[in-house]
């Protein structure tokens, strides 16, 4: 149905940037939201940003906040994650979500397709 493909992982050195982007194909989704999301074998899948579909509305964890950046071009259906001053911490796979007919929310059960993910890894 629908496919979400991220790219832009990689390793970085503490305090480095990097920028991830998810495109979204496979049928005409309409209104949506976009999110990330991360995993560590250490840890449950955690919220990490989400934007509305007009991009106009952003939320992200506590996290991240003040590093990280979502942002989206509905003309390319494609979500973007700017993440500056990455720490070791932030090391994981990172997944992208759309979420379909709903205003923004945390909750993974909410999201309707996911991406493989891609890996992110912060050197010390």
């Known amino acids: 149905q629908v496919q979400l493909v991220e790219s832009g992982g990689g390793l970085v050195q503490a305090g480095g940037s990097l920028r991830l982007s998810c495109a979204a194909s496979?049928?005409?989704?309409?209104?949506?939201?976009m999110g990330w999301f991360r995993q560590t074998p250490e840890k449950e899948r955690e919220f990490v940003a989400v934007?509305?579909?007009?991009?106009?509305?952003?939320a992200y964890a506590d996290s991240v906040k003040g590093r990280f950046t979502i942002s989206r071009d509905n003309a390319k259906n494609t979500v973007y994650l700017q993440m500056n001053n990455l720490k070791p911490e932030d090391t994981a796979v990172y997944y992208c979500?759309?979420?379909?007919?709903?205003?923004?929310?945390?909750?993974?059960?909410?999201?309707?397709?996911w991406g493989q993910g891609t890996q992110v890894t912060v050197s010390s």
């Open positions: 979500a759309v979420n379909v007919g709903y205003g923004l929310t945390r909750t993974r059960s909410f999201y309707d397709y």
């Open positions: 496979g049928r005409t989704l309409g209104v949506y939201s």
């Open positions: 934007i509305s579909w007009s991009g106009g509305t952003t």
